[in-house]
Structure formats: structure tokens, C-alpha cells
């Protein structure tokens, strides 16, 4: 909107036209006119704000309020003016003046998109114009929720097949977090790799609900069971097995398909098992200090998947600090867990349901029970009695040995025997996806691809395309060893070779010399010299063009400080 | 004691007038001198300048309602074309003369016409020889438009060869309005700032009925001793004044204090205007907040005004973009080796550094830098290595 003219007409239009679309069936007199006729001006805003809401409220009598009250009688148009930086000042600042003074007869309020700061509100309109509004600030939620939310409905749950590697996820969740902001990036970088994924593997017409995998698998041809007799995790597996299911994997068919189908089966369950499990564990370590496994369900996620995170430094550490907790944030924790279970649709975890009941029925009898007084209280007393240093040592020296062989309490045995069960959930369901069979059909894995697509390198591209023009062109021919120029190459290689060569200032003349040699070792030696004046200006011609190419790509510039020189602005790779 | 007389009006009208336009009788009087009697003809333009809420419009509303002269009140500011305007002037004088009947749309885009129609307008009405009086708010709108509108109004008399008077309102002197071909000079009229007497007297004058004249009299004088050092403007303070009465009014509510124990209720009500000057003022929070706090008298520390929203979060890199910039900036190019490389030589003090020690770089303000040092500052400073990759490229652009 340039101008208060394009916001009004812009507004009316918008306003308008959802109207006239559903009244025009009835009320012949409102006459359908077209943009250009209509008058854009607040009046007549006003007299179609009149005309919609009396249609609505003619049933209900309108009271009479005093003019103080902040009802409005009749529901209020909305505008929402997304980007709000981006708007010129004028016209900001002409359209509240403009609805303020009509404010009783068009209630508006205003909802303005602020990506900054609030205070850009006080730098965009002046006192006198703010003073007319009624200001209230919300906030949306942080784009790191954001990104938690997203992770948890795509990833983290049995609804969709699809799932992503460690590396990968790792790769998307690094671009997040360092470079922009942006959930759009991340899920256009989600949307490449399910692109990718169904692209380039050609198992993946497998990856699909678990109520269709029965029929696709039986449709699978002889070479598609060949491609599942390549993949490693399969092979791992029919290494395990004895030698005759071995020779039947490999040559049956139909053997492979029914077993294809039971270990897809397998791996959806292990899904589901490991989601439970990964919420239980986020319970209990997302609220310990210092955050040793992360702090939100994704880092947890990522740790998982990438390696056994039972074997981690950061998982024995968290389970030294959830030994140390103390009695109502464990029996919360416990409780959170009990519900997690519950509500996972498997039937495996019924008797972990019971089990954590039990211990959650233990602490609470525990609280009915008389605490044992510690012996070490006693002990405490005849310290502080007056001793002089030899027996203070003594009775030290007492105490550290009673404490070392100290019965636990009731509590602390208690809160052991949770941490050891919660130990071995985890090591039971939270297994790298890695490790199972046949993950590579719904788990995408290439992380270095990913990379390439999304976080592009010019300056790389434009060196390697310069240097090895065979890499793009495809052309055998101008496949050459490194540091070798072959003459076939596209004369901007050439000249590019040759400037890599050269200092800081190049000379043009010996540039044009060399460049010459070198598209001219092809020729025969015995050119006459006539031809050679004019394979000169060719020549010539060619380096000349090639030299402002460069110039455009921004590898030179011509130098003021000599003449026929030109400075070199790039050195390295890129 | 009326101060308002003139022949022509009906005392009793004055007197109204009189009690609704308070502290700008002198102004009213010139101005009724100026109109003269219904039929007479008067200037033909008049620019009436003064401050925000020195009260121009609301005065000219007033006289003119109040002595039932025809007029037409058009805002410059809401009808931003030639076109636009013209057309709602027309659109007003026809629906002044015909209530009963639905105003055509009227099509007018030049002077030209407006003149045409105009005269029709004017004959169809039965004005009786009237003055009509065209108003414009905001004039200082028309400059803006075409050239040829504003010398137009002030010379609309002559055009038309009606009985009409233009007056246009600004807040921006009349030099700064006149157009370099030159124009018919309008009559100036100046409407001074309300003094601090005018304001206690204007603002003491709508007082909520359950309390007595004394009562609320006192209470602007506190607010006016509060906030007229820092705001002026009328509106602001009638504003602030309806804000926060029924704060000052607590004490005497819950029979703590009765009307005349002034050292109490100041005690009560000065920590409360104090904090209104830093939010409500500032328009930090909004004035419903604002109510909402006051009923639940809760700690206002919890309430965060818009100044408390500044901190923004960046991701990573952004943030070490940021910083090698300000470092690429501010420091001059010699000492990058020393501070950037690990194996640096030290760097001889020439005369001209001896010279200009004491001159910080902050005050010279930031100096222009090339691209590739900017990034070779940010590989140096970020621990892990940094792919140069195009989303790096784009947060710098």
C-alpha cells in the first residue's frame, strides 16, 4: 500500500466483497458495483458496516448504553496489517487518524505485526497519533517451541512411516539454530528429504501404513527382492541366522516376502515402544541441573538416535544426579510416566504400568511408616561436645567409618530400584534405529546430500566449475590430472588456471601470452604468418571476453595503481 | 455578565455559547465580528492557526451549531483526494437541504465543475441570503493536493458569486502554506496555548456530579502540578484526569477521609500519578490495563510495558556476524594481525598514533569495510569452523 488511496481500496475491497458475495441473493436494492465505482472513503465503509449489522441485529432490541462503556453493541471489524514494519509511516498514521475519528460509528480494531521490537510502535508513529490508540502487546509463541512441536507431531509419533536419521535430523536442527530462525526452512528442508528419500531409494514404496505393507510386499517383483537382499542391515541379519533359513533368504521369494513383512511389523512396534519410552526418560532428565542429556525432547531424541545412549558419558552422569533426587519430584516424575504409558496405544507396557504403580504405592507407604532416626544423628551430638584435638580426631575418624557402612534407608533403596528399572527400559526399547533390520526403508539417512541442497556454497561450486569443467559439462574429454590445463577446455577455465597462477597484480600482456600458448599448442607449429595475425585478433577476442566474464564474477577488477593491470580479489579455494 | 454581544444573535444563544467555549471569548468576538449578520457578506477565507488542542475545531463546531449558521465540516485528512473532497462537499449540501431523500452520488472532478455544481447546489437550497460557512479541517492536507485547489478556496467567493466563507484550520503557520504563484491572502487568526489557569478552569469545569466543584477543583490542581511540566495538550490531561480519579477518590469511597482532608488524599494519590506519568504517558501499557490494575490494586512490577519487550533473540551466527562487524568497524586494519593471528609481532607506535591516542573510535563513528575482511573475522572468531555457505552470505545481505 503506497498511499492511503491503495489501503482504503484494498480494505473496502476486502471488507466489501465478502459481503456482496452472500447478500445479492436477497436484497435486490444492493447494487453490486464494481471497484471502481464505489467511492473509497470512510463513509461509505461506514453505511455498508450500517447496513450488514442492522441485518443481523434486527431481531434484538439494542439497549441503550452510555457513551462511557467499552462494549461494543455490534461486533467489531478486525484489520490486520501483517509486516507492520514495512508500511510507510503516512499511511499508518493517516489511516488511525482517519478511523479514530469514526470510531463510534465503525468500531475497528487494529492488529499490527510486529517482527522487531514493541517499541518500533513509538518510532513509527509519532505521540499524537499513538495517543489515539489503545495499545495491548501479545506475544506468539517462540519459534524454538515452534520447532519442539513440529519435531513432536512429525517425528515423534506412529502416525506417519517416514522417519529421519540422527545425522540428518542433526543437520536440519544445526540450521535452525544457527543461521536463521526460520520453521519454514526447516520444514522445506523436511519436505527435500521426504522428496529425496522416495527419489532415490527404491525400497521405499514399502514405507507406508502398517495396513498396506501386507499387500505391497506380495507385489514386490524379483528384483526388488533383490534390492532387499543388498541392504546391510538385512545382510547382518541373515548372518545371524542359521545356514539353512540363510539359503532359503536368499533364494525363496516368498520366503523373503513373509519375512519382510513380519520384521516391518517388527520395526513399526519398535516405533511405538521407543516413543514411550523417550517420553518416559524426557520426565525424568529434563529436569536435571545442568541438563546432561538436553534439555527438550529433541536432543534427547538426536543422542538416541545416533548411538547407544546407555553407553554415553552423559547418560551414566544423569543417572548418578536422578539417584540424588528427592521424594515428590521422583514420585511426580513417576506418575507423569504411569500417564505416558497408559495412554500409548501397546499392550507391551502393562506390566511396566503395574510396576511403576508399585513403586509409587511403596513411596507412599513409606510416608505412613515412622522414619528410622540415623544413627549418625546420636554421633552428631557427642561431637559437639568439648573434646580436645586428639579425640575430635578419633571420633571423626568413627563416624566416616559408620557412615560408609551405613544401612540405606527404606527411601534410598526405594529410589535405586526405579532408577535401575528405568535403566533397563531404556536399555531395552531405546536402541539406535541403526540397529534394526531394514531401517533404511523409513529411515533417510543421507545427510551429506541434505547438505549440499540446503546449505549451498557459491563460491565452492564456482571454483570447481572453473577448475574441473568436466564435473558439470560431463565431458570426458576434458578430464585432466590436477594442475594440468588442457586446451579443449572452455576458455574461461583457461584464463581462470591462469590467473590462479599469477600475485596480487596481473599484467594483461603476459596474461594474453600465455593464454595464446596455450590454446595455440593444438594448432600445428608451422602456421604461416599470415593466418596468424588473424588467429591473433581471434584470439584476442576470446581472451578479451573471457577476461570480462571474470570481471563480472567478481574475481578481478581492473587496477588504478598500473596500467594493463588488473587486481586479483579472491585467493584460496574460495 | 455576557462578554459575547452582537445585534444579530439571540443573547440567550450567546450565553450558551458562552458557557461552552470557556477562556476563548476574545477569539469568538473577533470571529462574530468578522461574520456580521446572517445576511452579510464576510472575508472571503480565514486561516485560523494555534497549537494540537488549542481548541480550533471544537470552538467552530460550537459557534457554528450553537448559532445554527448553514455550514459544511469537511476533514482534509479523510478525503485525501482533489476528488474526494470536492465530492463530499457537495454531498453535505445536498443532504443539508433534503433530509428526507437519499443523496446521489455526485460526480465531480475539477474545480471546474465543483464551481458548476456548487451554484446549483447553493440555488436549490433555501439559504435566504445566508452566509455559508465551508470548513476544513487539517488544511495543511491541500497542500499536498493539486496545485491549483488551494488557491481556489480562498478565492471561492469570487468564483462562485456566492455568499460563502471559507475557513480553513491548521496547526502550521500560514507561510509555510502560501503557494509560490501567489494567492488572495487569507485573514489570520491566531488561537493561543491554554495558560495553566485556562486549563485548571476548562478541566474543572466537567466534574462528575456526586461530587462537589471544590472537591474535583482540587484535584486537577494536583494533577496539573504533576504533569504540567511534562504535557500540556488538553486532550492528554482531560485523558489522564478521567483515568485516575476514581483512584483519587478511594479514600473518601471507603470513609477514610472526607472531601476537604487534602494532605491525605495527596499522599494516596501521588505514588499513583507518579507511575502514570512512566506508563500510562508513555503509552507503555494501554488505559485498560491500566483500569484492570487499578481495581485489583495488585504490585505493578508484574506489568511489562512495551520498553521491556527489547531484547531480541538471534541465532548463532547472526550473532557473531553482528560482532565481527562491530569489531570490522571500529578497529583499524593494523591491529587485525595482532589480535587475530596467534603468532603476531607487535606493532611500533608510529607519530601519528602518539598524536591520536586519546581519540576514541567511537566517537569518529563507524568506518566502512571490505566484504572479505568481515568474514575473515568471523572464521576467526567462531570456534568451530564455518562452512561458507549462501545461508551465511544472506544473513549478511
Known amino acids: 500500500c503506497e498511499g492511503i488511496k491503495n489501503l482504503m481500496q484494498k480494505l473496502m475491497g476486502q471488507l466489501m466483497n465478502c459481503d456482496i458475495d452472500v447478500d445479492s441473493l436477497e436484497d435486490e436494492d444492493y447494487v453490486p458495483v464494481s471497484q471502481n465505482r464505489i467511492r473509497c472513503s470512510m463513509s461509505s465503509l461506514i453505511s455498508w458496516y450500517d447496513s450488514v449489522t442492522k441485518k443481523t441485529d434486527s431481531e434484538t432490541p439494542s439497549k441503550k448504553r452510555n457513551s462511557s462503556s467499552r462494549h461494543w453493541q455490534s461486533p467489531p471489524v478486525v484489520v490486520i496489517f501483517k509486516d507492520m514494519e514495512s508500511f510507510t509511516t503516512k499511511v499508518l498514521q493517516d489511516f488511525i487518524v482517519i478511523s479514530s475519528q469514526h470510531i463510534h460509528e465503525l468500531p475497528l480494531v487494529l492488529v499490527f505485526g510486529i517482527a522487531t521490537s514493541p517499541m518500533i510502535i513509538h518510532r513509527l508513529l509519532p505521540h499524537s497519533v499513538s495517543s489515539l490508540l489503545c495499545i495491548e502487546l501479545f506475544q506468539s509463541l517462540s519459534c524454538k517451541e515452534h520447532l519442539s512441536t513440529i519435531i513432536d507431531k512429525l517425528l515423534l509419533t506412529s502416525r506417519f512411516p517416514f522417519k529421519l536419521g540422527g545425522k540428518v535430523l542433526q543437520v536440519l536442527i544445526n540450521i535452525f539454530l544457527y543461521h536463521d530462525f526460520s520453521v519454514q526452512n526447516f520444514i522445506k528442508g523436511f519436505q527435500l528429504c521426504i522428496v529425496e528419500h522416495f527419489y532415490s531409494q527404491p525400497l521405499s514404496v514399502l514405507c507406508c501404513q502398517p495396513v498396506d505393507v501386507k499387500k505391497r510386499v506380495y507385489s514386490l517383483s524379483h528384483d526388488q527382492c533383490e534390492n532387499i537382499r543388498r541392504l546391510p542391515s538385512f545382510r547382518r541379519y541373515v548372518e545371524k541366522q542359521e545356514s539353512e533359513k540363510q539359503i532359503e533368504l536368499l533364494t525363496n521369494d516368498s520366503f523373503l516376502k513373509e519375512e519382510t513383512e513380519k520384521l516391518l511389523e517388527d520395526l513399526h512396534a519398535y516405533h511405538e515402544n521407543y516413543v514411550s519410552i523417550l517420553r518416559c526418560l524426557h520426565v525424568f532428565t529434563s529436569s536435571l541441573p545442568k541438563y546432561p542429556l538436553g534439555k527438550q525432547i529433541r536432543e534427547l531424541h538426536c543422542a538416541c538416535l545416533e548411538n547407544r545412549v546407555w553407553e554415553t558419558e552423559d547418560y551414566e552422569s544423569s543417572l548418578q544426579l536422578a539417584r540424588m533426587l528427592n521424594k515428590t519430584d521422583l514420585v511426580t516424575m513417576l506418575q507423569q510416566c504411569v500417564e505416558i504409558l497408559m495412554s500409548s496405544s501397546g499392550k507391551e507396557f502393562d506390566k511396566t504400568v503395574e510396576k511403576l504403580k508399585e513403586f509409587l504405592t511403596q513411596f507412599q507407604n513409606l510416608e505412613e511408616a515412622s522414619q528410622e532416626r540415623d544413627v549418625s544423628v546420636s554421633s552428631q551430638k557427642e561431637v559437639q561436645k568439648k573434646t580436645d584435638l586428639y579425640h575430635l580426631q578419633k571420633t571423626l575418624l568413627e563416624l566416616k567409618e559408620s557412615r560408609r557402612s551405613k544401612k540405606l534407608t527404606k527411601f534410598e533403596m526405594l529410589r535405586f530400584e526405579v532408577v535401575d528399572y528405568i535403566d533397563s527400559l531404556v536399555r531395552k526399547y531405546l536402541v539406535p534405529a541403526d540397529d534394526r533390520t531394514l531401517h533404511e526403508i523409513l529411515y533417510f539417512n543421507a545427510a551429506t546430500v541434505l547438505r549440499g541442497h540446503l546449505n549451498a556454497a557459491p563460491r565452492t561450486a564456482l571454483h570447481t566449475a572453473l577448475n574441473n569443467p568436466h564435473w558439470y559439462l560431463k565431458n570426458q574429454a576434458l578430464k585432466c590430472d590436477g594442475g594440468g590445463i588442457s586446451n579443449k577446455a572452455p576458455d574461461i577455465c583457461i584464463v581462470y588456471k591462469l590467473h590462479l597462477e599469477c600475485g596480487r597484480l596481473i599484467n594483461l600482456v603476459d596474461w594474453l601470452e600465455a593464454f595464446s600458448t596455450v590454446v595455440m599448442a593444438a594448432e600445428e607449429p608451422n602456421a604461416d604468418a599470415a593466418s596468424s595475425d588473424q588467429v591473433d585478433d581471434i584470439i584476442h577476442a576470446r581472451f578479451i571476453r573471457a577476461v570480462s566474464e571474470l570481471e563480472l564474477l567478481g574475481f578481478i577488477k581492473p587496477s588504478k595503481q598500473k596500467t594493463d593491470h588488473v587486481a586479483r580479489l579472491t585467493w584460496g579455494g574460495c | 455578565m455576557p462578554n459575547l454581544e452582537h445585534p444579530a444573535y439571540p443573547a440567550a444563544d450567546l450565553l450558551h455559547l458562552e458557557s461552552l467555549v470557556p477562556c476563548r471569548e476574545s477569539q469568538v468576538s473577533m470571529l462574530l465580528s468578522i461574520f456580521g449578520e446572517r445576511q452579510q457578506f464576510s472575508f472571503p477565507s480565514i486561516f485560523i492557526y494555534g497549537h494540537t488542542s488549542s481548541g480550533k475545531t471544537y470552538v467552530m463546531q460550537t459557534l457554528l451549531t450553537t448559532l445554527q449558521l448553514p455550514h459544511v465540516f469537511v476533514n482534509c485528512v479523510e478525503y485525501?483526494?482533489?476528488?474526494?473532497?470536492?465530492?463530499?462537499?457537495?454531498?453535505?449540501?445536498?443532504?443539508?437541504?433534503?433530509?428526507?431523500?437519499?443523496?446521489?452520488?455526485?460526480?465531480?472532478?475539477?474545480?471546474?465543475?465543483?464551481?458548476?455544481?456548487?451554484?446549483?447546489?447553493?440555488?436549490?437550497?433555501?439559504?435566504?441570503?445566508?452566509?455559508?460557512?465551508?470548513?476544513?479541517?487539517?488544511?495543511?492536507?491541500?497542500?499536498?493536493?493539486?496545485?491549483?485547489?488551494?488557491?481556489?478556496?480562498?478565492?471561492?467567493?469570487?468564483?462562485?458569486?456566492?455568499n460563502v466563507t471559507v475557513v480553513l484550520l491548521s496547526e502550521i503557520v500560514w507561510e509555510l502554506f502560501r503557494p509560490n504563484v501567489g494567492c488572495f491572502e487569507p485573514f489570520t487568526m491566531y488561537f493561543p496555548d491554554y495558560s495553566i489557569g485556562h486549563l485548571q478552569k476548562i478541566l474543572s469545569q466537567n466534574h462528575p456530579p456526586e461530587y462537589s466543584a471544590d472537591f474535583y477543583a482540587a484535584y486537577i490542581n494536583i494533577l496539573l502540578g504533576v504533569f504540567y511540566m511534562v504535557c500540556r495538550d488538553l486532550k492528554e490531561l482531560r485523558h489522564l484526569a478521567a483515568l485516575n480519579f476514581a483512584k483519587y477518590c478511594e479514600p473518601v469511597v471507603r470513609g477514610e477521609a472526607n472531601e476537604r482532608d487534602t494532605r491525605k488524599l495527596w499522599k494516596n494519590i501521588e505514588p499513583h500519578l507518579k507511575k502514570a506519568m512512566q506508563t500510562v504517558y508513555l503509552r507503555e501499557i494501554s488505559s485498560s490495563q491500566w483500569e484492570r490494575l487499578q481495581h485489583d490494586g495488585g504490585e505493578p512490577g508484574q506489568l511489562k510495558g512495551l520498553s521491556a519487550h527489547t531484547h531480541v533473540e538471534l541465532p548463532y551466527y547472526s550473532k557473531f556476524l553482528l560482532i565481527a562487524a562491530y569489531l570490522a568497524s571500529y578497529n583499524p586494519v593494523r591491529t587485525d594481525k595482532r589480535f587475530f593471528l596467534k603468532h603476531h609481532g607487535k606493532i611500533r607506535k608510529t607519530n601519528f598514533m602518539k598524536k591520536h591516542e586519546k581519540t576514541s573510535n567511537h566517537l569518529l563513528g563507524p568506518k566502512p569495510f571490505p566484504l572479505d575482511r568481515l568474514l575473515a573475522i568471523l572464521y576467526s572468531i567462531v570456534d568451530n569452523r564455518v562452512a561458507p555457505t549462501a545461508n551465511i552470505f544472506s544473513q549478511v545481505s
Open chain 2, 80 to 162: 485525501f483526494t482533489s476528488r474526494l473532497l470536492l465530492e463530499e462537499i457537495l454531498m453535505q449540501l445536498r443532504s443539508c437541504s433534503s433530509d428526507t431523500e437519499q443523496p446521489s452520488p455526485v460526480h465531480c472532478d475539477t474545480l471546474n465543475d465543483f464551481v458548476r455544481l456548487f451554484k446549483q447546489a447553493v440555488a436549490s437550497r433555501e439559504l435566504q441570503d445566508q452566509t455559508l460557512y465551508i470548513v476544513l479541517d487539517r488544511a495543511e492536507q491541500l497542500r499536498e493536493m493539486e496545485a491549483n485547489i488551494l488557491p481556489a478556496f480562498l478565492r471561492l467567493q469570487e468564483l462562485t458569486d456566492r
